[in-house]
């Protein structure tokens, strides 16, 4: 199998090639699953994307929300939520290393491991290679894995936010679910209190926006 290094199909950047010693990704995703409220954003966002049609659909995201997580037998959150996502393992990553075809190349500037589909001959030995399972399958066949979207993920930019239910009145506690940053940086995400911040109802914001008078 040729080890020829390839061109990333939108920039024009070569990938470093297989076997090359390759710095494991310093920025990845990172989640916190007590936060998702399953809107699904985050999946749209990437699909559109990665669409080569600018079509929606969900079944081509590279992340899923995954309802009431498990770990075992045993229920993390019953009622909860959590997004499944690469978790961009040190490099080789595992579904690198079991590829029969060398059909994984990297990111120049993310060093993210990535599947080259013109390479990729649909084995499937990557899916359960994947310790955490996150590497998907689309309705055609084609194996999907998060690439960052090249630096820039799109559901990080996407995604909602979550109201604190447990707040009296209208003020709530807004936090993003998904980040794009390094171990520390992800540590100082969960040392930080969210920001609180007012409801507005949407006969509020009409009368403010001066859309609706007060006798509406």
């Known amino acids: 199998m040729s080890r020829t290094p390839q061109k990333e199909l939108v920039t024009g950047a070569v990938w470093h090639p297989p076997g090359a010693e390759i710095p494991d990704v310093d920025e990845k995703l990172y989640a916190l699953s007590n936060q998702c409220t399953d809107c699904n954003i985050c999946e749209v966002a990437c699909s559109l994307v990665h669409s080569p049609d600018n079509m929606v659909n969900p079944l081509l995201a590279r992340l899923k929300v995954d309802h009431s997580p498990q770990v075992g037998r045993k229920a993390v959150h019953p009622f909860g939520f959590a997004a499944d996502i690469c978790h961009h393992c040190g490099n080789p990553p595992p579904c690198a290393e079991v590829c029969p075809a060398d059909a994984f190349y990297y990111d120049p500037k993310t060093n993210v491991a990535v599947i080259a589909q013109d390479k990729c001959i649909q084995c499937m030995e990557c899916v359960p290679g994947c310790p955490f399972d996150v590497i998907f399958v689309a309705p055609d066949g084609e194996l999907l894995k998060c690439d960052l ?47 609180r911040k007012d409801e507005v109802g949407m006969m509020q914001a009409m009368l403010e926006a001066g859309t609706v008078s007060s006798a509406a």
């Open 149 to 195: 979207c090249g630096g820039e993920p799109a559901c990080v930019d996407a995604c909602a936010t979550r109201p604190e239910m447990n707040n009296a009145g209208k003020q709530y506690v807004r936090a993003p679910v998904l980040f794009h940053t390094d171990t520390a940086g992800y540590k100082a995400v969960l040392q930080d209190k969210p920001e």
